[in-house]
T-cell receptor, first 114, second 114 residues
Framework: AQSVTQLDSHVSVSEGTPVLLRCNYSSSYSPSLFWYVQHPNKGLQLLLKYTSAATLVKGINGFEAEFKKSETSFHLTKPSAHMSDAAEYFCVVSDPSGTYKYIFGTGTRLKVLA | DAGVIQSPRHEVTEMGQEVTLRCKPISGHNSLFWYRQTMMRGLELLIYFNNNVPIDDSGMPEDRFSAKMPNASFSTLKIQPSEPRDSAVYFC????????????FGPGTRLTVL
């Protein structure tokens, strides 16, 4: 069975400092992994996606994530936080059993301090 | 591309009333998903359509909930009768096809049942 764990429910960083949002997954198959961002009162926006083409995935707005099979991790990073990055971030694994249903993490709320 | 379109964006109704939420998927997408998001339960998949056919409705909470997809460009989620515990944000997402896995989300409908 697939599962995903976001290790921090809340993360606070100062503007201009690096961001690290942690995600670990469990999958019996080669997973597809995603990060989505949800700003207040908005829908989920795709940040980036891993599908085995490259372990380091670059996304929008300066975010990137590295797939580490040995650690079963897919952490999201950004070198320098901006105030507009304040949002909730979801790590998602896709169930490749045929339906490709999403399994969501519980979310990490990122706060950016001025 | 207009993205996934949902209407209404906000709905306030009284307990016992019928509520209908609407979704227009991205043109050319063959799969459609309805989700519910609450603070307590996070994101829950309610139902999944492929080529307008319901494939998995195991997440539909009870018989008060029903969903239809009469054609490739329109889906509805109906609650009758509505109850206060149905208050949540309802998201629609679409996907290009059953062999792909990236879902694109609409802005959501915030439902409040008084």
């Amino acid at each position: 069975a697939q599962s995903v764990t976001q290790l921090d429910s809340h993360v606070s960083v100062s503007e201009g400092t690096p961001v690290l949002l942690r995600c670990n997954y469990s999958s019996s198959y080669s997973p597809s992994l995603f990060w989505y961002v949800q700003h207040p009162n908005k829908g989920l926006q795709l940040l980036l996606k891993y599908t085995s083409a490259a372990t380091l995935v670059k996304g929008i707005n300066g975010f990137e994530a590295e797939f580490k099979k040995s650690e079963t991790s897919f952490h999201l990073t950004k070198p320098s936080a901006h105030m507009s990055d304040a949002a909730e971030y979801f790590c998602v694994v896709s169930d490749p059993s045929g339906t490709y249903k999403y399994i969501f993490g519980t979310g990490t709320r990122l706060k950016v301090l001025a | 591309d207009a993205g996934v379109i949902q209407s209404p964006r906000h709905e306030v109704t009284e307990m016992g009333q019928e509520v209908t939420l609407r979704c227009k998927p991205i043109s050319g997408h063959n799969s459609l998903f309805w989700y519910r998001q609450t603070m307590m339960r996070g994101l829950e998949l309610l139902i999944y359509f492929n080529n307008n056919v319901p494939i998995d409705d195991s997440g539909m909470p009870e018989d008060r909930f029903s969903a239809k997809m009469p054609n490739a460009s329109f889906s509805t989620l109906k609650i009758q009768p509505s109850e206060p515990r149905d208050s949540a944000v309802y998201f629609c997402a679409s996907r290009e096809g059953a062999g792909t896995d990236t879902q694109y989300f609409g802005p959501g409908t915030r439902l409040t049942v008084l």
